[in-house]
């Protein structure tokens, strides 16, 4: 769930740079109409950024592929992907929310120091809950896995995989 996160991160910041770069290429003494233009621009490619619940089928799909699920199985993965669902649309309810916050917030108000260490607090919190609730299923899933499938599990559910969180040191970010 980590790298769905990280991967839409990572996906906002390119959509939304590479507008940006254009424009600078193209014009550096940029007039108010091409100043709107990009604005727009970097609007929209906000909008076209696809939403957690947009991927998680395929990743889905190549999970249960990869792992070779049986038919024995199945049942342990639809509660594990039911899950993994359930967070990629509250993923969307919390990315929609934070757009149309972003949008309605005049931009020279910051929020203070304590506003954003209780959001992180309210953040953390939702991420152990999840984490909880995505435990709770993949735990009978893996049970019922061979050890075959197990070892494939061990490499595509873990979040340190190819160094996630590799840069972030001692004092990783939820």
């Given at each position: 769930?980590?790298?769905?996160?990280?991967?839409?991160?990572?996906?906002v910041t390119l959509a939304a740079a590479?507008?940006?770069?254009?424009?600078?290429?193209?014009?550096?003494?940029?007039?108010?109409?091409?100043?709107?233009?990009h604005a727009q621009r970097h609007h929209?490619?906000?909008?076209?950024?696809?939403?957690?619940?947009?991927?998680?089928?395929?990743?889905?799909?190549?999970?249960?592929?990869?792992?070779?699920?049986?038919?024995?199985?199945?049942?342990?993965?639809?509660?594990?992907?039911?899950?993994?669902?359930?967070?990629?649309?509250?993923?969307?309810?919390?990315?929609?929310?934070?757009?149309?916050?972003?949008?309605?917030?005049?931009?020279?108000?910051?929020?203070?120091?304590?506003?954003?260490?209780?959001?992180?607090?309210?953040?953390?919190?939702?991420?152990?809950?999840?984490?909880?609730?995505?435990?709770?299923?993949?735990?009978?899933?893996?049970?019922a896995l061979t050890p075959e499938q197990?070892?494939?599990?061990?490499?595509?559910?873990?979040?340190?995989?190819?160094?996630?969180?590799?840069?972030?040191?001692?004092?990783?970010?939820?």
């Amino acid at each position: 769930m980590n790298k769905s996160i990280l991967s839409t991160l990572i996906s906002v910041t390119l959509a939304a740079a590479a507008p940006l770069a254009v424009g600078q290429s193209a014009n550096p003494s940029a007039d108010g109409p091409q100043v709107r233009h990009h604005a727009q621009r970097h609007h929209e490619s906000q909008r076209a950024v696809r939403l957690p619940s947009e991927r998680i089928e395929a990743r889905l799909a190549y999970l249960k592929t990869a792992l070779k699920i049986t038919d024995a199985q199945q049942q342990q993965w639809d509660a594990f992907a039911d899950t993994l669902r359930k967070h990629a649309r509250e993923m969307d309810e919390r990315v929609q929310a934070r757009r149309s916050q972003m949008e309605q917030r005049p931009q020279e108000v910051q929020p203070t120091a304590i506003e954003r260490l209780e959001r992180r607090q309210a953040r953390l919190a939702a991420a152990s809950v999840r984490l909880s609730e995505t435990l709770a299923a993949a735990r009978p899933l893996y049970a019922a896995l061979t050890p075959e499938q197990q070892k494939v599990a061990d490499e595509l559910l873990s979040p340190w995989r190819h160094g996630t969180f590799r840069h972030r040191g001692m004092h990783g970010r939820a």
